[in-house]
T-cell receptor, first 111, second 115 residues
Framework: KQEVTQIPAALSVPEGENLVLNCSFT??????LQWFRQDPGKGLTSLLLIQSSQREQTSGRLNASLDKSSGRSTLYIAASQPGDSATYLCAVRGGTYKYIFGTGTRLKVLA | NAGVMQNPRHLVRRRGQEARLRCSPMKGHSHVYWYRQLPEEGLKFMVYLQKENIIDESGMPKERFSAEFPKEGPSILRIQQVVRGDSAAYFC?????????????FGPGTRLTVL
């Protein structure tokens, strides 16, 4: 059974710092992995999608990597800004059509 | 191409009433998925539907919950006789196929509050 864990559960950093969010999953047989952003009381914003054949994806200040063999993904945020404050969710799509979500990392970037 | 649309965005019901949540998938998408996010928890899969068919409802509570995706119109998630524990955000996603490399596009969610 696929399980997705995100560490840390919460993170508070000063503005300008580079940071890394971690996601681990127990079953390496995945089709893709997706990182989302969720603002309080809001919906999901897709940030990056990595297919199983890819090692990383980049969008602006965000970079996501995928290591299927070790069951890990990282989301790297460069030069963090207060506007980056949100909950970041990692979701894995395995042998079925379901996405399995982690419980997220709550990020607060202090001005 | 409009994204996945859900309405209402916020729904308040009293215990014992019915809640109907609607989801219009992206144009050209015939696969719909419902997820529920309970307070302080991650999103969890509830049900997967194609037009006029329920493919997998393994994540749906056995009682009071039902879902449909008719040939015409939006997908409906129906909760009968709501209880306080049903208060959650309900997200709908759609995809063009069920293929493994297809991503699911998520709607903005419906936040259900049961008084």
């Amino acid at each position: 059974k696929q399980e997705v864990t995100q560490i840390p559960a919460a993170l508070s950093v000063p503005e300008g710092e580079n940071l890394v969010l971690n996601c681990s999953f127990t079953d390496s047989a995945i089709y893709n992995l997706q990182w989302f952003r969720q603002d309080p009381g809001k919906g999901l914003t897709s940030l990056l999608l990595i297919q199983s054949s890819q090692r990383e994806q980049t969008s602006g200040r965000l970079n996501a990597s995928l290591d299927k063999s070790s069951g890990r993904s990282t989301l790297y945020i460069a030069a963090s800004q207060p506007g980056d404050s949100a909950t970041y969710l990692c979701a894995v799509r395995g042998g079925t059509y379901k996405y399995i979500f982690g419980t997220g990392t709550r990020l607060k970037v202090l001005a | 191409n409009a994204g996945v649309m859900q309405n209402p965005r916020h729904l308040v019901r009293r215990r014992g009433q019915e809640a109907r949540l609607r989801c219009s998938p992206m144009k050209g998408h015939s696969h719909v998925y419902w997820y529920r996010q309970l307070p302080e928890e991650g999103l969890k899969f509830m049900v997967y539907l194609q037009k006029e068919n329920i493919i997998d409802e393994s994540g749906m509570p056995k009682e009071r919950f039902s879902a449909e995706f008719p040939k015409e119109g939006p997908s409906i998630l129906r909760i009968q006789q709501v209880v306080r524990g049903d208060s959650a955000a309900y997200f709908c996603a759609s995809s063009p196929t069920s293929g493994g490399e297809d991503t699911q596009y998520f709607g903005p969610g419906t936040r259900l509050t049961v008084l």
